[in-house]
T-cell receptor, first 115, second 115 residues
Framework: AQKVTQAQTEISVVEKEDVTLDCVYE???????LFWYKQPPSGELVFLIR??????QNEISGRYSWNFQKSTSSFNFTITASQVVDSAVYFC????????????FGTGTRLKVLA | GAVVSQHPSWVICKSGTSVKIECRSL??????MFWYRQFPKQSLMLMAT?????????EQGVEKDKFLINHASLTLSTLTVTSAHPEDSSFYIC???????????FGPGTRLTVL
């Protein structure tokens, strides 16, 4: 069975602090994809990143960075120098290679960045 | 990039009426469309998967007679909530996948309120 765990329900930080959102996944597939999405109060999901299981390189995009470690089945997301506009719910998702292309979403982490 | 629209963005209806939500892929052909439901402060839960020209596959616990899904073309899927009740009030999100890729592109969501 596939599963995504985001153990942090809610995190509050002060602006300019760095914050890491954890994501741990379970899958028996050897080929799979991992995603991060941002959901601001408007509700629309904003795509942040997709990573396939064969690419363990860490990625940096501006203030965002992702650490993918297959050894620990984790795909953590770090925001550097957080800003108030980063306040949102962040979801990690997993898509296996079973042919159904379904996404399994984690429960989400609500990030509050305080001014 | 791939764009998915939903209409309406919000709807309020009386208990017992039916509501139809449209999901369109604007710049690509969607082989598969997915429908999710999200209750407040919860994650996205997959309701059903629909392939163009085929019957939808519903997730366990989702009433197929209550949530009618039609995927009549490669750019349009509709979700009809029949005989809606207040407990059906939720945020409904669709996504679409092209044949060439396993990535889902999400619509902006439809907020349904049943009085």
């Amino acid at each position: 069975a596939q599963k995504v765990t985001q153990a942090q329900t809610e995190i509050s930080v002060v602006e300019k602090e760095d914050v890491t959102l954890d994501c741990v996944y379970e899958t028996r597939d050897t080929t799979y994809y991992l995603f991060w999405y941002k959901q601001p109060p408007s509700g629309e999901l904003v795509f942040l990143i997709r990573r396939n299981s064969f690419d363990e390189q860490n990625e940096i995009s501006g203030r965002y960075s992702w650490n993918f470690q297959k050894s620990t089945s984790s795909f953590n997301f770090t925001i550097t120098a957080s800003q108030v506009v980063d306040s949102a719910v962040y979801f990690c998702a997993l898509s296996g290679y079973s042919g159904t292309y379904k996404y399994i979403f984690g429960t989400g982490t609500r990030l509050k960045v305080l001014a | 990039g791939a764009v998915v629209s939903q209409h309406p963005s919000w709807v309020i209806c009386k208990s017992g009426t039916s509501v139809k939500i449209e999901c369109r892929s604007l710049d690509f052909q969607a082989t598969t469309m997915f429908w999710y439901r999200q209750f407040p402060k919860q994650s996205l839960m997959l309701m059903a998967t629909s392939n163009e020209g085929s019957k939808a596959t519903y997730e366990q616990g989702v009433e197929k007679d209550k949530f009618l899904i039609n995927h009549a073309s490669l750019t349009l899927s509709t979700l009809t909530v029949t005989s809606a009740h207040p407990e059906d009030s939720s945020f409904y999100i669709c996504s679409a996948r092209a044949a060439r890729d396993n990535e889902q592109f999400f619509g902006p969501g439809t907020r349904l309120t049943v009085l």
